[in-house]
């Protein structure tokens, strides 16, 4: 059974900066695509980043573009996102995704087939 853990929000001012972690766990092989997610109060979610399988292939939503920087390390196998120059706006619930195939659905979409609980980032201004 493949289980999403994310960690590492919380709440920072604008400007500071935050790391969050995905661990995996279930995956036999490295070949899934990890996204992650964010779902702001009173708004839909949207896609922020998104890494293939080999990590050679990484996407950005333009806003982020940046300032977010997705990596993972598949001996750990746990993704990360690196959130600089963090701002107001950025404040949301941040979720972890991954699809059973090595590349990223294209642009950013939701064609994920396991998502994490998710974990919270304020950015106070």
């Known amino acids: 059974e493949v289980h999403l853990a994310e960690s590492g929000g919380g709440l920072v001012q604008a400007g500071g900066s935050l790391r969050l972690s995905c661990a995996a766990s279930?995956?036999?092989?490295?070949?899934?695509?990890i996204g992650w997610f964010r779902q702001a109060p009173g708004k839909g979610r949207q896609g922020v980043a998104c890494?293939?399988?080999?990590?050679?292939?990484?996407y950005y939503r333009d806003s982020i573009q940046g300032r977010f920087t997705i990596s993972r390390d598949n001996v750990k196998k746990t993704a990360y996102l690196q959130m600089n120059n963090l701002k107001s706006e950025d404040t949301a619930v941040y979720y972890c995704?991954?699809?059973?195939?090595?590349?990223?659905?294209?642009?950013?979409?939701?064609?994920?087939?396991?998502w994490g609980q998710g974990t919270q980032v304020t950015v106070s201004s």
């Open positions: 995704a991954a699809v059973s195939d090595r590349f990223c659905p294209f642009n950013l979409a939701e064609d994920y087939d396991y």
């Open positions: 890494i293939s399988g080999t990590a050679r292939t990484t």
């Open positions: 279930g995956f036999t092989s490295d070949d899934y695509a």
